[in-house]
C-alpha cells in the first residue's frame, strides 16, 4: 500500500497536481488526491520520512527538471511541481525537527535595500523549496542590517541577494562587506542575481556566485553541498 | 468542411468610402477614355457586338482595335459575376470558399520563377582561433525542373498555414515543350499535394487536355464542377489598358468552359502605371474590370477572381520593388476596390527585393504578409518562398514564411472576452493579489497545452546564436520526409492513358515497379 502511495505522490508530483482540485496534465486526474493529500497519507502510512523525502518528491522534481531540459515541461509546469514539494515539505516539517532527517539546508532569500522587485526572487524562492531547501524569504527592500542579523541568528548556510537596478546592487556589495565586519561572512556562502548583475559583479564584491535564474542557484548550491561532502 | 482561412473581423482600410467612389468612377471614365487597345480579334468583337465603341487603329504593326467600354456594360458583368467562388482540392477539406464580402483570408503560394534557390550549410572557422567553427548557408541557383515543382507541392502540402498551391516554379527540363508543359505543371502539382492547384496556362491548345485531366482525377465532369480542383491565372491585359492577343484567347475558353478564373493585373507604378497611389490604382481597377466585363460577357456566372499584382518601381534599376511600402498600399487598395464590387480578391503579399533568405528577406515579406493580410483579400498569393522580385522560389524561405503565417494567424484571432471570463479573471485577480508572492504563474497551466498560448518563435537557436536558417533547413527536410497522398494508382493510369505528353517518370507507380 504504502508503495502505491509513493508512486502516486512522485507522479503527482510530476504533474505538479498541489490538491485535488488542480487538473495537472494529463486529463482525468481533477478529484484524486493531490500532492499534499498524499503527503498526509504517507505520514498516516507511517512511511519513513526519508522515503517520502527521496523516492517520491525528490525523485518527481528530478522528471520534472528532465522534462523542462528536453523542453516538454515549461517554467509554469516547473513552478507548480516546486510549490506542491515546497508546501508538502512544510507539512514533513515538524516530524523532520523531532527525526534525524537533514534537509538540503536553509536558504535565505532577500530583495535588496532600495529595490522593491521580486518577481525573480519569489521564482528561487519556489523552486529552491521544491528543490529541498529551507526557503526563508525576507521580502523586499530589505535593509542591510536586517540582512546581517538573520545571518547571525538563524544560521543559514546560504544567503541569496537579489537586485534589479545597478542603482541598487551595490547594496549586495555593502551587504557581503557588512558580514565580513561582524565575522558571518565565512559562515555563509553569498549568492546574487538580478537583472543587472553579472559574474564578474560577483566578484567585484566578494559574492560567492552569480545565478543567472533559479534553475542555475539550484546547481549552484547542490555543487557546494557535493563540495562540502 | 472546407479550410477556414483567418477572418479579418476589422479589415484596414486606406481609403474612404467617398475616395473608392472616385477610384471607381475615374476606372469607368478610363474605360470609354482613352479605353483600352486589344490585340485581339474576338475580344474586340464580343466587346462591340454588346455595346462597346470599337474603332480598328491604324497604321499599326499589328491588327489592334481602341475599345471603349461604356459603364453599364461594366456594372452587367459586376452583377452577374459570381459573389461566392469556391476552390476545389483533391482533399475536399482543403477546399477554399471565398465570399466577396467576407474578408476571409487564404494564403496562398506562387508564382512562377524561372530560378530555383538550393541551400547547404558549410563550416568556416575563425582565424584567430581555428578550433572554432560556424556554419554558414551557402545558396546555389540553379534552372527549375519539373522535380523540383514536384518537391514544392509537396512541401507545400505539409505547411499548415498554407491553404492553397499556386506552381512556385517554372519546369525547364529539356524535354518539357510548350505542347506538354502544361499537362506536366499540373499532374506534377495535382500529385503531390491535396490542397486547390492554380497556375496560369502556357499554351491554349493544352486547355481541354487539362480539364480532361482534372475531370479523371476529380471523378468526372459533374464532380468537377462542383468540385473544381484546378483553376487558372489569366494576364489578359498588359499594362497600361491593352488586351494581349495570346492570353485573351486563354481567358475566353476557360470562361466558356466555366472553371474559375483570376482576372489579373500587374503595374508597375512609374512606368507602365502612373507613380501616384490613386493613378495606378484607378488604371488597375479599369484594367481587372475590362478583364471581367469581357469573362462574363464570354460566359455569364464564370467564377472569377480579381486579380491585383501592382507593384512599384525601383528608382535605381525599374525592377519591380516588392519591398517598397507603397506596393502593399497598392495592395490594400486594391482588396479594398474588390471588396466595394463583393468580388473575392486575389492579392499579393511576402515577396521580396532582396535575393537570398535573411534579414532584408524577412523584414520585406513580413511587412507586406501583415499589411495585406489585414486588409483582408480572399486570396493571397505569392506569399510562400519567392525571392529577389518574383524571380526566385527558394523552398526553405517557403518553411520560414509559414512560421511568419503561423504568427499573423495567431494574432487575428478574435478577443476572448465575454462577462464570464471577466468574472473568472476577477476571481483570480483578487486571489493573486492575496498572496504573498503575487504571482498569476500558476493559472497559466490550464492555458498552456490548449493552444490558447503562441508558441516560441520555432527557429529559435540556443543561446545568442542566431541558428533560424539551419533549423529551417531541418524543418523543410523533415517536411519533405513526410509522405503525401498521390492520386490513386487506377486514376494514375488512366490519367496517363487519356492524357498526351505527360512524362513517363512522372508516373510513380511504374517508377518504383522499375527499382
Redesign the interface.
Known sequence: MSEGTIAALKENVIQ?RKTKDD?G?EAGMAGKPGVLELTHLALEQKIPLETIITQALTAGMEVVGEKFSKKEY????M??SA?AVGEAMEILKPYLEASDVETKGKFVIATVKGDIH??GK??V??LLRGAGYEVN?LGTDVPVEKIVEVVRDDKPGFLGLSALLTTTMVVMGEVVQALKENNLRGEVKVLVGGAAVSDEYAEEIGADAYCVDGFEAIKKLDAFQEGKA | MPREGVLIHTPYERMTNEQVLQIHQASIQILNNPGLISFNREAAEILQSNGAEVTSVTPSDNPCWLVKIPEKLVLRALDSAPKTVKLGARNKDNSLIMKGEEPRVFFVSGSETNIWLDVDFQAYAKKSDPSVEVMVPEFHPRRGTVSDLCQAAHLCEHLETLDAFIRPVNIQDKDITEDNKDVNKYFASLNNTTKHVMAGLTSLKQLDNLVNMARLIAGGEEELKENPIISFITCLVKSPLQFVEDTTDTMIEICRRGLPVVVSSAPQAGSTAPIKEDGIIAQINAEVLAGITLGQLVNEGTPMLYGSVPVRARMDTLNDSYGAPETSQYNVDCVQMARFYKLPCYSTAGVCDTGTPGMQAAIERLFSDILVTLSGPQYLHCAYGLLDGNSTFCPLQAVLDDAHFQMIRFFLRPPRTSQSDIDETLRQIREVAATPQKLYISHIRPMLRSGQLSAPYPFEGDGDADNVLALAYERMNQLLSEPVEHIDPETTTRVFQEIPGLLPRLNIYEERKKQ
Not at chain 1, 74 to 77: C, E, G, M
Request: net charge negative; hydrophobic share 55%; charged share 30%.
Open positions: 505538479g487538473e496534465i515549461f517554467i509554469p509546469d513552478l507548480a510549490e521580486d518577481i519569489n521564482i524562492a519556489i524569504d
